[in-house]
């Protein structure tokens, strides 16, 4: 059987798509001792990934995402990328903004030169309640709690002015028991505590707040004012419960929740005095050591995208991540601890498909390769063979199959035949499969209904569909080096905006090999009239690169929305690293 990649193409959500809560899906460089200030000075370089969705798993366009200076925005799938961007190893910050949410943030530790996946899932701003300003007084929080405010005890936010109206408050509470907790809360539950030293936390409830005028104008508490946040306890977590409790806020310049005081327990409750408003959360702080593993099927092929979720029996926290392409989780677990690790289906079947109890003690723990068998009925084993618009067998082909938000891609073999398996929360399934011709650059799509166990699909054809991609030649001091990006691998972004058009296309389907290329170039959406490339860059160089002399871009095609934007280009460009290449360019990428 032939070896199952991850699917990834730019009309499907990503199949690798990470939540670093305590884990990384990437090899970190060094084990952090539990007692370690707090350094987060050295810088590497890596690529990050992600999708941002609202609380219904919705993807989220056009939303705002920035890490240090790099700031872009989602495409229609919710998916964002930075390419080989230099950032803080220890803790980058990813910061993502869009009207009527709540800012949503994810700090990621960053491996030398690997990819990292995450997704970030935004809270919606509604359920807004008022109070008077001047008077103050107690009110609810949405999802849970209470916040009690003094009177007089606002100011605006931007310059101190004290705020005499109505103030509108959206607000969260997080269930730390929730099983979006990993996706919806600031940062990865990594902390610095009064004395600037690293930890990880068991949380026991988190809350966020943003106070507006009728203006629509941030608020905040007023300079020697406190408020009373007052968190409820779950049920399930109240024997573990302490008498007090640290209070944490998250810093959104660090990207790590901060040590600010504590909460008393009141009856079913903590409650506690906060001087302004973040994120806020009541946690105990641990110790903690290295941990991974790489998940396998029966036949030795890497489990991707699957979720790794981490309890500590004695407090009941979490840890969560997800695997990569090669099937490994790494990240930090509680010390001296026994842990019950469980391996989760992939979104949105969430279901326990693998369990087993883990001791840490204080040094590092591996537990190698985890074998896990998929049950047989969310298991659908596929086969056919792909023809060309001919009628001849696809050797240099492949087939994607996607159902719901799982996805797989196979190649063809010598005779045009090919063999998948696929993961299903439920079987039967709607699938979309798609037949891929690499030589002639046609696909072809069809629906067909899986059962669990064994699915002949005959013959499929690639045929009928050209698809997208970016095929590129860099030439430094005569030696050439040839990158082509296409489907299905690669994600294709193709936008007219403001009187240029980018076009951006990246592949990672090799393990530890990225490749990437953006452009840009300007002149109307037509194929007439002149076109010249304004900016460049691949992932031959560390950063953007100059055009010393004019480069024309030959335009064949630009239609409208959906259809093709395709031309050519050859031209001189220089970077910090290469100072001098041409770059020979051809291209047909989907307008969005």
């Given at each position: 059987m032939h070896s199952v990649k991850i699917f990834r ?380 618009c001919s009628g001849n067998p696809v050797s240099n ?172 280009f050859t031209g001189a460009v220089s970077g910090g ?16």
């Amino acid at each position: 059987m032939h070896s199952v990649k991850i699917f990834r193409a730019s009309l499907l959500l990503m199949a690798l798509v990470t939540t670093l809560t305590l884990f990384n899906s990437c090899k970190r460089n060094t084990i952090y001792d539990p007692g370690t200030t707090f350094d987060n000075s050295q810088t590497t370089q890596g690529t990050i990934f992600g999708q941002i969705v609202a609380e219904d798993g919705t993807p989220i366009k056009d939303a705002d995402v920035k890490v240090g200076s790099n700031v872009c925005k989602t495409d229609n799938n919710g998916v964002f990328h930075f390419s080989k961007i230099t950032t803080a190893q220890n803790a980058t910050l990813i910061t993502v903004t869009k009207a009527n949410y709540f800012t949503g943030y994810r700090t990621l530790r960053i491996s030398t030169n690997k990819d990292h996946y995450t997704r970030i899932m935004m809270i919606e701003m509604k359920n807004a309640v008022t109070f008077n300003a001047i008077t103050g007084g107690t009110v609810n929080v949405n999802g849970g709690g209470s916040i009690t405010f003094p009177a007089n005890s606002v100011v605006y936010k931007s310059n101190g002015t004290p705020y005499n109206g109505t103030v509108t408050m959206y607000s969260k509470w997080l269930d730390p028991t929730g099983n979006t907790l990993n996706e919806l809360m600031p940062g990865d539950l990594r902390a610095i505590d009064a004395n600037n030293a690293e930890k990880i936390l068991a949380s026991f409830g988190m809350m966020g707040v943003e106070l507006f005028d009728n203006s629509n104008t941030p608020l905040q508490l007023a300079t020697g004012k406190t408020a009373k946040l007052s968190f409820p306890i779950p049920s399930s977590l109240a024997p573990y419960a302490p008498n007090s409790i640290p209070f944490w806020y998250f810093d959104a310049v660090t990207g790590m929740w901060k040590e600010d005081g504590s909460a008393t327990k009141q009856g079913n409750s903590y409650v506690g005095d906060v001087k302004h408003f973040t994120w806020w959360n009541c946690d105990i702080p641990g110790p903690f050591v290295n941990f991974d593993l790489i998940l396998t099927d029966n036949l030795g092929s890497p489990l991707s995208n699957l979720h790794v979720r981490v309890t500590n029996a004695a407090t009941t926290g979490q840890a969560h991540g997800y695997t990569n392409g090669a099937g490994m989780v790494t990240g930090n677990i509680p010390a001296n601890a026994t842990l019950t690790l469980d391996v989760l289906a992939p979104y949105p079947c969430n279901n326990v498909i693998y369990t087993q109890t883990v001791t840490t003690l204080s040094s590092p723990i591996s537990l190698g390769t985890v074998i896990v068998t998929v049950p047989s009925v969310n298991l659908a084993t596929i086969t056919g063979t792909v023809l060309d618009c001919s009628g001849n067998p696809v050797s240099n082909g492949y087939v994607g199959i996607t159902t719901g938000l799982n996805a797989v891609i196979v190649p063809t073999n010598a005779t045009g035949a090919f063999n998948a398996s696929l993961y299903s929360c439920t079987l039967p399934a709607s699938s979309t499969v798609t037949a891929y011709d690499m030589t002639a650059s046609e696909s072809g799509s069809s629906t067909v209904t899986l059962n669990s166990g064994m699915n002949n699909l005959g013959a499929l054809t690639a045929c009928g569909t050209q698809f997208q991609y970016i095929t590129w030649t860099s030439t430094v001091s005569g030696i050439p080096t040839i990158t082509t990006i296409n489907e299905p691998f690669g994600l294709f972004y193709g936008n007219f905006a403001s009187g240029t058009t980018s076009i951006t296309a990246e592949d990672s389907s090799s393990l530890g090999s990225f490749h990437y290329i953006n452009f840009t170039f300007n002149g109307l959406d037509l194929t007439t009239g002149a076109h010249d490339v304004v900016s460049y860059q691949d992932h031959l160089e560390n950063g953007p690169c100059t055009t010393p002399t004019t480069i024309p871009v030959t335009v064949t095609s630009y239609q409208a929305v959906g259809g093709y934007i395709s031309g050519s280009f050859t031209g001189a460009v220089s970077g910090g690293t290469i100072p001098l290449r041409t770059i020979t360019c051809n291209f047909k990428v989907k307008r969005q």
